[in-house]
């Protein structure tokens, strides 16, 4: 039984990442708007409501893998180390190259430039964007409210979450906008890395003195 259960497993995985792989292609031909679900479906072989039953959404054919984000982002700052600080364990984990970005290979480099090229010219992408990242800052806000004790109301988390969160969401602009200019490969990673390294230590050290004017 276990081993059946396995086996659809798999297959229900493989199925999805056809569809998703699918719609990826299409949309980067000929962009996300112009694609139907029902288009999908007939291309990847399967019934439109298979497609739904895999992604609730259309947004979600794009954004799918950004459910592991969260769930990657707040283990990894419940497993920190002791003495290690919420802001440092954020900081390592959003600074690590991952996915296309730290591919080394020419078909890499197209398909992250054809993928932000789609999400920059849609508004519906750019959309769900937002709030897939307002979910994202809620669960940190929650994690840091039940770690510090935080009572309801208390702002402090949120103020927090956003702060952490408004570099990941900077990172990912610097990062689309170095793409469009031609960057790619570990180049371009390290570049993310340095501009991470200097928003993150800006954080830790506070703003208080951001911009103070001579007296």
């Given amino acids: 039984m276990g081993r059946q259960a396995g086996l659809r497993e798999r297959k229900k995985q493989q199925t999805?990442?056809?569809?998703?792989?699918?719609?990826?292609?299409?949309?980067?031909?000929?962009?996300?708007?112009?694609?139907?679900?029902?288009?999908?479906a007939r291309e990847a072989g399967v019934a439109e409501t298979t497609v739904f039953n895999y992604f609730p959404t259309k947004e979600d054919l794009v954004y799918w893998r950004m459910e592991s984000f969260e769930d990657e982002l707040l283990a990894t700052l419940r497993k920190r180390a002791p003495g290690e600080s919420v802001v440092v364990a954020f900081g390592r984990f959003v600074s690590e190259p991952r996915g296309l970005i730290a591919a080394d290979d020419?078909?890499?480099?197209?398909?992250?430039?054809?993928?932000?090229?789609?999400?920059?010219?849609?508004?519906?992408?750019?959309?769900?964007?937002?709030?897939?990242y307002a979910r994202y800052t809620d669960s940190l806000a929650r994690l840091i409210a039940g770690e510090t004790g935080a009572g309801d109301g208390e702002i402090a988390p949120w103020v927090a979450a956003n702060a952490m969160m408004g570099i990941h969401r900077a990172l990912v602009?610097?990062?689309?906008?170095?793409?469009?200019?031609?960057?790619?490969?570990?180049?371009?990673?390290?570049?993310?890395?340095?501009?991470?390294?200097?928003?993150?230590?800006?954080?830790?050290?506070?703003?208080?003195?951001?911009?103070?004017?001579?007296?």
């Fill in 16 to 40: 999805r990442e056809a569809i998703a792989e699918t719609a990826r292609r299409l949309f980067s031909q000929r962009g996300f708007e112009r694609v139907t679900v029902a288009e999908i």
């Fill in 106 to 132: 020419p078909e890499a480099r197209d398909r992250l430039a054809a993928i932000t090229r789609m999400i920059a010219e849609s508004p519906a992408l750019r959309a769900r964007e937002e709030q897939i």
């Fill in 173 to 215: 602009g610097y990062t689309r906008r170095r793409i469009v200019a031609g960057a790619a490969g570990p180049r371009l990673a390290g570049d993310v890395r340095a501009q991470a390294m200097r928003a993150l230590a800006l954080l830790d050290e506070g703003l208080g003195d951001l911009a103070r004017r001579p007296s």
